[in-house]
């Protein structure tokens, strides 16, 4: 389930109509989700234009040191409200961009994360763009699309 804070922080982005998002388009996210210093990232493929997904979940904690760990890529298809979400957010996040610090210069605040580095990859049939690996650069829209990630995918 989409959180609160999510839903309320995407109502006030113009609506997303189906045109948007047409057959024949590329528009996709990967990114790392789940990820924490006992365990390896999941991570999440999704088709904007069709809802499709594949989903490799965080692995149980108790698995996470086992050098052979291999985990189950699940599939699936988005409902209509959660694609639509998602639609909005990746169109903030392409307009936005993804990274809130200009070149050379430095984040006011640091993020210091245990779980490895977190990725989030937005493509479309003209471009890629990719977060900065210092999260602390994120921009407010990038962070926004990889939480609303997070709650809609959480293991």
Request: net charge negative.
């Amino acid at each position: 389930m989409m959180g609160i804070v999510t839903a309320l922080m995407l109502a006030g982005q113009p609506a997303v109509s189906r045109d948007d998002f047409r057959p024949g388009q590329t528009a996709s996210i990967f990114s790392t989700i789940g990820g924490s210093e006992w365990c390896p990232a999941g991570h999440v493929q999704i088709d904007l234009i069709t809802g499709t997904y594949s989903l490799t979940p965080v692995a149980l904690r108790e698995r996470c040191e086992d050098p052979d760990l291999e985990r189950s890529v699940k599939k699936g298809q988005l409902g209509k409200a959660n694609l639509a979400t998602l639609r909005a957010a990746f169109l903030r996040a392409s307009g936005d961009g993804l990274n809130r610090c200009p070149p050379g210069t430095r984040p006011e605040g640091i993020i210091v994360s245990n779980g490895g580095p977190a990725i989030l990859l937005l493509v479309t049939g003209a471009r890629s763009a990719a977060a900065p690996d210092d999260m602390s650069c994120w921009s407010e829209a990038a962070v926004l699309l990889s939480r609303t990630l997070e709650t809609m995918f959480e293991s």
